[in-house]
Every structure is written in structure tokens, then in C-alpha cells.
């Protein structure tokens, strides 16, 4: 398990690219927080990690954003409006979960049932005592 803390938007941003440029093809990462967490920002801190220079934003509409730029591909899932686990089967969520990319999947409290045996759990909390950019950010290895 990997705790850390950042004070700024920049600092968390730096943790994710941190995270991409250590990324391996078929690691997958699940990302919990509250609305308005970061959990964005640390998103493309990892895009810029694998070398991905276009613009990353939430596909909250579209369930998935490819990126196939970087030096592997990134699949960026959104499932908070995800009706049920039908609708994953339905877009081929198994090719991106085993895939040759990096996966990363935010609300995948949603989706449990479907994760795979392995992944990472990225979890992001605020704590206003600390200041309103304040972020405590655990990662730890998640095993069936």
C-alpha cells in the first residue's frame, strides 16, 4: 500500500504522471472519490505519463475515451451512469481490461462484480482541516 498527500491541483497531477510513465500494458486501476476529488486531474497526470499530449477530460457521456497516442494505449472509463453490468458487456469491456493498454476506471465501485482477479485501487480524499487543495491518496494492490 502507497499513501501520499498533495496540497495542490499541480502536485496531484505530478503523482499521476508519475503513475503513467511507471505503467505497464494491461495494468488496470480503479479511481473512487467524491465528485470534484481530482480524480480528473490525477487522469491526466497519467496520460501525460504515457506520453499522450491531447486533451483529457471525463467521458462521462460515452462510458469510454480511447487514447492510442502514448506509448501504449490508454482506455479511460467512466461508469458512474452506468445502468448495469450488461451495458459494459455490450461496448466489449473485456477487451480493454485485458487488453494491451493501461485501463483506468473511475466509479468502478459500480462494477465490481466484473473486475478482474488483480488491479490497483486508487482512492482520493479530501479533508478541508488540511485546506480546500489538500488530497490524501491511497494505492494499494487489490487480489481476488
Do not use: C
Amino acid at each position: 500500500m502507497f499513501k501520499t498527500e498533495t496540497f495542490s491541483p499541480e502536485e496531484t497531477f505530478h503523482l499521476g504522471e508519475k503513475i503513467g510513465e511507471q505503467a505497464k500494458p494491461g495494468d488496470l486501476y480503479t479511481l473512487i472519490g467524491d465528485l470534484g476529488v481530482g480524480k480528473t486531474v490525477l487522469t491526466q497526470g497519467i496520460a501525460r505519463g504515457l506520453g499522450i499530449k491531447e486533451p483529457i477530460s471525463s467521458p462521462t457521456f460515452t462510458i469510454v475515451q480511447i487514447y492510442e497516442e502514448g506509448r501504449m494505449p490508454f482506455y479511460h472509463f467512466d461508469v458512474y451512469r452506468i445502468g448495469d453490468v450488461e451495458e459494459m458487456e455490450e461496448i466489449g469491456y473485456e477487451d480493454y481490461f485485458y487488453g494491451k493498454g493501461l485501463t483506468m476506471i473511475e466509479w468502478a465501485n459500480l462494477i465490481e462484480e466484473i473486475l478482474p482477479e488483480q488491479y490497483r485501487e486508487i482512492r482520493i480524499e479530501k479533508d478541508l482541516e488540511q485546506g480546500f487543495d489538500y488530497r490524501r491518496i491511497t494505492i494499494r494492490e487489490v487480489t481476488g
